[in-house]
C-alpha cells in the first residue's frame, strides 16, 4: 500500500468516524476528543486507541460497535482493533470548538 493509498483510506476512516455519536450528547465521537490514535497497517489492520466521556460509560458498547461496523465498510481495512484507552483522562478542553460550541462550553 502506498502512502498516498494509506492517506486517502485514513481520511475516508476519519469520515465514517464522524458518523458516530455518542447516544447521551449530540456530538460525534471524533469532534469530542475521543479519538486519541487511528493507526492504518500495510496489510490494512486498523488500530484505533479511543477513550469514553466517562470510564462507566453505558453506552460504551454501543459506541463500539457502531465505530466498529461503520469503519469495517471503508474499502482497504481488512481488520479492526478498538482499544478503549483511559490514559489520557478525557477532559471537554479536547473537543474541537465546533463541539465546545454546540455544547455550550464557549
Do not use: Q
Request: contains cysteine; aromatic residues 6%; charged residues 30%.
Amino acid at each position: 500500500m502506498t502512502a498516498e493509498e494509506k492517506l486517502h483510506i485514513e481520511e475516508k476512516v476519519v469520515e465514517m468516524i464522524k458518523t458516530v455519536y455518542d447516544p447521551e450528547i449530540p456530538i460525534d465521537v471524533y469532534s469530542l476528543g475521543l479519538i486519541y490514535k487511528i493507526d492504518l497497517g500495510d496489510d490494512g489492520t486498523l488500530n484505533i486507541d479511543m477513550t469514553l466521556t466517562a470510564p462507566n460509560c453505558p453506552a460504551a458498547d454501543f459506541i463500539v460497535d457502531d465505530m466498529r461496523m461503520k469503519v469495517e465498510s471503508v474499502d482497504g481495512v481488512t481488520n479492526v482493533n478498538i482499544n478503549i484507552v483511559f490514559e489520557p483522562e478525557w477532559n471537554k478542553d479536547m473537543m474541537t470548538e465546533e463541539a465546545k460550541l454546540e455544547l455550550g462550553f464557549l
